[in-house]
């Protein structure tokens, strides 16, 4: 089985994840390693090819790995953008179960704020409003797929 944790970048989703694995004795997966290990830096995929370009090796990886792990349990840290293409999402419910964490957006502002780390998702973001809009719209997808 496999238990798939999906949230906006910052909310946890890979510390949560190995934490689980952990107190559950399963093996975890953090997505966005599993495609840098095979493409490279995230970073940089996305500031020289784009956004699209990268969600189309995201999704290309996510059914790779899907395939690749038939009866083995499992914790995914999924990318926080996994889920919003429809076939990610098909995916991820048939694999087995979706866990969102739904990190309150000041506790994410906070995190970003502090992490020297910057991703290249916010590159057009000039703003701390401009990340919120993307993480309202990213919550309605999450939401759903709980």
Known sequence: MVISIIGFPFSGKSTYGKRLASDLGWEWVDLDNYIEERYGSIEEIISTKGEEYFRDIE???????????????????????????????LILKGKGKILWLDTPFDIIAKRLEDSPQKRAIFANCNSIEDIKKIYDERRKIYESLE
Do not use: A, M
């Not at 999704?59 to 429809?86: H, Y």
């Open 59 to 89: 999704s290309k990886s996510l059914l790779e790995f899907s395939n690749e792990v038939e009866n083995r349990d499992i914790i995914l840290s999924c990318g926080g953008g996994t889920p919003l293409r429809p076939d990610n999402q």
